[in-house]
T-cell receptor, first 112, second 112 residues
């Protein structure tokens, strides 16, 4: 299985602060996704990204969220002003096609 | 409402026995399904997938069965090992390039 890496593994932040979560892509993968998982709950889709554009986003992905590939390398998820309810595991996923998605180990975000 | 769900939230099996984890889906237009395994503190790990034009697919020690008539998906693990202990999620793709929708998960505990 292709390996996806994410940084940081853990982040603690104050409410209202900006956070940037990073995902290191696999070179020949074209489809990128962000998901989150609140503790004890199911994995929820946030956004998909293809050809340097957002292809789909969920209701969770509001104006406080953004994604980009700033230099064609890392794939980032930014939360502009974190809220307590943003505390969750955030997973990046990749795929060569639009189907099989390989998940990273996740970033555990804690908002205080 | 919930369209991907699991019949059993927990499952305990003896080491060496076969495990069967079930999943129900409600969207008859779903055309692709994946089973993921998630160990504590890690991201979902791809196990096996199946397209809607198939009713069975086998991998190494795992088999996925799809019954479109009753909208049911199952994961069979042969000769269950302690390392199989994890939460197992089914996920469906409703059509085209839409994102995956995850179920809540079943926790599999293997008794040595």
């Amino acid at each position: 299985e292709p390996e996806v890496t994410q940084t940081p593994s853990h982040q603690v932040t104050q409410m209202g602060q900006e956070v940037i979560l990073r995902c290191v892509p696999i070179s020949n993968h074209l489809y990128f996704y962000w998901y989150r998982q609140i503790l004890g709950q199911k994995v929820e889709f946030l956004v998909s990204f293809y050809n340097n554009e957002i292809s789909e986003k969920s209701e969770i992905f509001d104006d406080q969220f953004s994604v980009e590939r700033p230099d064609g390398s890392n794939f980032t998820l930014k939360i502009r002003s974190t809220k307590l309810e943003d505390s969750a595991m955030y997973f990046c996923a990749h795929g060569q096609g639009a189907e099989t998605q390989y998940f990273g180990p996740g970033t555990r975000l804690l908002v205080l | 409402g919930e369209s991907v769900g699991l019949h059993l939230p927990t499952l305990s099996v003896q080491e060496g026995d076969n495990s069967i984890i079930n999943c129900a889906y409600s969207n008859s237009a779903s055309d692709y399904f994946i089973w993921y395994k998630q160990e504590s503190g890690k991201g979902p790990q791809f196990i096996i997938d199946i397209r809607s034009n198939m009713d069975k697919r086998q991998g190494q020690r795992v088999t996925v069965l799809l019954n479109k008539t009753v909208k049911h998906l199952s994961l069979q693990i042969a000769a269950t090992q302690p390392g199989d202990s994890a939460v197992y999620f089914c996920a469906e793709r409703r059509s085209g390039n839409t994102p995956l929708v995850f179920g809540k998960g079943t926790r599999l505990s293997v008794i040595a």
